[in-house]
């Protein structure tokens, strides 16, 4: 291909960031290649942005989407312009196709991403913003990040997501927020509108639109701590519940890290589960619980922590384990005594994986001392106590006596 400099010959697929201004924010090597390009693929919207400019075949994106990267990825070797949204690789279409075709096949032009556009129309330093993407995803994803005096940009799904997000903030105690709204920006319709969260009262958004808060915690609104060992009135339970103080020992001694996946069997409330996605994004986390009551109420507290993707898994250990992704780590507590349990778990484990294991019956600590003395690890017995009235006076109230098995496996 002549116009591709003789430096990129080898990368076939060119991806290109596009703005709401069309072919006038592009430079020039941009709308060379858009030119020469045999096929340009993108979203209807991109594709008309570009049309003057565009002389191949234009593809738009299918339905299921991954029919298109099917259609992209069966072109390699062949020149191939891919149009996106702002910055490709920032949520975009370019963090997808980068899943299936290695960068020395690529070669990306980007544009300002919307989180750029927006952080700059309020004037925002990019770096002291949370921004995270609701496009196409719950909307309960925001709710780790609502604390006072954070600022938070959010991409958003369409013209009704905005409002949605008001009443989210308003239901969690953050009625007070600044809101703004800022539509179409880098185009011809770009307006930026305000309003509070309680007050929410803009209408005929533009289904592409930027959401922006200026968070302002209420009294008792519902700010999830940054560090584990959350409240237990947090949770919806019905006393089935690592409680706090253990559960803040037990996160620690699971050590979670990057990418890694979590096995809690026995989940009860789901608190292990869910304050191990909450310590990093790319976490994830298996509950198994046998009560379909209580699977059904791990998932409510998933949505209100915000971890949607806390997969549920409705059964019994150790048969339910079967089949499941081999985890980098394991919680066993409720249910740990049943025969087998602790020895399935182990076997799945990964080499060098960690499992922790809580025991407050007689039967339970009988099999983690076993184990211990089997394998090896180590054998941690916790007791606390909480002030509690007693006659006109206050007493010391102990808690039931947890005894902790961790083991790393070898």
């Not at 927006?118 to 196409?136: F, I, K, M, N, Y």
Request: contains cysteine; neutral net charge; hydrophobic residues 45%.
């Amino acid at each position: 291909m002549s116009d591709m400099p003789s430096a990129l010959s080898q990368r076939w697929l060119t991806i290109i960031g596009i703005g709401e201004d069309g072919p006038a924010g592009l430079g020039d090597e941009a709308k060379r290649l858009i030119a020469a390009a045999p096929a340009v693929f993108g979203g209807r919207r991109h594709l008309e942005l570009a049309a003057a400019i565009i002389s191949g075949e234009r593809r738009a994106w299918e339905s299921p989407f991954d029919r298109s990267i099917e259609a992209v990825v069966a072109r390699r070797g062949s020149p191939t312009v891919v149009l996106g949204s702002g910055d490709p690789f920032f949520y975009g279409v370019g963090a997808t196709l980068s899943r299936h075709i290695s960068a020395d096949e690529m070669h990306v032009i980007p544009a300002p991403s919307s989180f750029s556009l927006a952080a700059s129309r309020l004037g925002w330093p990019l770096q002291e913003v949370t921004t995270v993407s609701l496009h196409g995803r719950p909307l309960d994803l925001i709710r780790p990040h609502l604390h006072h005096g954070r600022r938070i940009i959010a991409l958003t799904s369409d013209g009704e997501t905005p409002r949605h997000l008001a009443e989210l903030l308003c239901l969690s105690g953050f009625g007070q927020s600044k809101l703004h709204v800022l539509e179409a920006l880098g185009g011809a319709r770009e307006r930026q509108r305000h309003a509070r969260a309680d007050r929410f009262d803009l209408a005929a958004i533009d289904p592409l639109n930027v959401f922006a808060v200026e968070v302002v915690a209420g009294e008792g609104a519902r700010t999830i701590a940054l560090t584990p060992g959350l409240d237990d009135a947090l949770f919806e339970h019905d006393g089935q519940i690592t409680k706090q103080e253990i559960r803040a020992i037990t996160l620690a001694a699971l050590a979670p890290r990057h990418g890694e996946l979590l096995w809690d069997i026995g989940a009860g409330s789901g608190s292990i589960g869910i304050e191990w996605m909450l310590t990093d994004p790319s976490l994830r986390a298996i509950a198994i619980e046998q009560s379909s009551e209580r699977a059904a109420r791990i998932a409510r507290n998933a949505l209100a922590f915000g971890v949607p993707g806390l997969a549920i898994v409705e059964g019994t250990a150790p048969e339910a384990l079967l089949n499941l992704a081999e985890p980098d780590a394991i919680f066993v507590g409720g249910g740990g005594s049943e025969a087998g349990v602790l020895e399935r778990a182990l076997q799945a484990l990964k080499r060098g994986g960690r499992i922790v294991a809580n025991a407050v019956t007689l039967e339970m600590d009988a099999m983690l001392l076993s184990m211990h003395e089997k394998n090896g690890g180590t054998l941690t017995r916790m007791e606390i106590a909480r002030a509690a009235p007693l006659g006109g006076m206050n007493g010391w109230r102990p808690a039931m006596p947890v005894t902790q098995w961790r083991y790393i496996k070898k």
